[in-house]
């Protein structure tokens, strides 16, 4: 079973809710946690995982032989990314913002273009504890984080229970991690940030046809307006977790929730076989 841990907005507590839900689990399942959020990876400061293995990642970028080329323009006219452009006599790439498509190599008449490999960061795995771990690091600089995210969701474990930990947002990073999971938890705030941002990412699940649920983090912030939205879009809140210094003391420590208030594993499992009732 793969199970997201989304939100619509940073810093609403999906790294929280991830190791938690993948810690409380690891006693009784085969469990692993994949970082997902490849811009900025922080589950390793919560689960501090030996790390043994890794690899980079590359994307085929476009190699011009001019001594071959017509300057026909074809390439340039394909790609939809403005990555290589005829200007005169040349024939410019713009290699960071190439999505490694192929287009241009395939369709250039006069076979004048080769790919070569552009590495643009690095999936690590290893173990915590009993835990399986692997997550993705986009070098600084670059733009593209779905080539990564590729990479690290091909490390999942195969017959366990996968717990991904997503970017925020709703754009193409997102959906590239979230999809072909089984359910999606959108862990929010009780503030209207925290709604406007829910209310998207809900939408873009509803269309990749992925069951959600919503954990309500930091309850008793703000007002009871995400309540009324998940009651009225028929929404389940499968958890709320309390606005609390001593759940922050911890969160800022690089402390997970449920090793430093081991009370709340019930809580998570309790969640865990909700989502197991409520999904497809
Ligand atoms: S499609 Fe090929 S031949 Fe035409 S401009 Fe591009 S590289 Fe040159
Ligand atoms: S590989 Fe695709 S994205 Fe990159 S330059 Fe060629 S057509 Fe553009």
Redesign the pocket.
Known sequence: MIISVASGKGGTGKTLVATSLALSLKDNHKVMLLDCDVEEPNAHVFLKPAITGSEAVHI???RVDEAKCTRCGK?AE????N??AVIGEHVL?FSQL????????YLCPEKAISEEPREMGLVEWGQADGLNFAHGKLTVGEAMAPPIIKQVKQKADNGGTVIIDIPPGTSCPVVEAVKGSDFCLLVTEPTPFGLNDLALAVETMRELNIPCGIVLNRAGVGDDKVEEYCRKENLPILLTIPLDTGIARLYSKGIPLVEGMPEWKDSFRELFNKIKGTSR
């Open positions: 085929p970028v476009p390439c394909i790609c939809a990314y990555a290589i790439t190439c999505h490694g498509c192929g287009a241009c190599s």
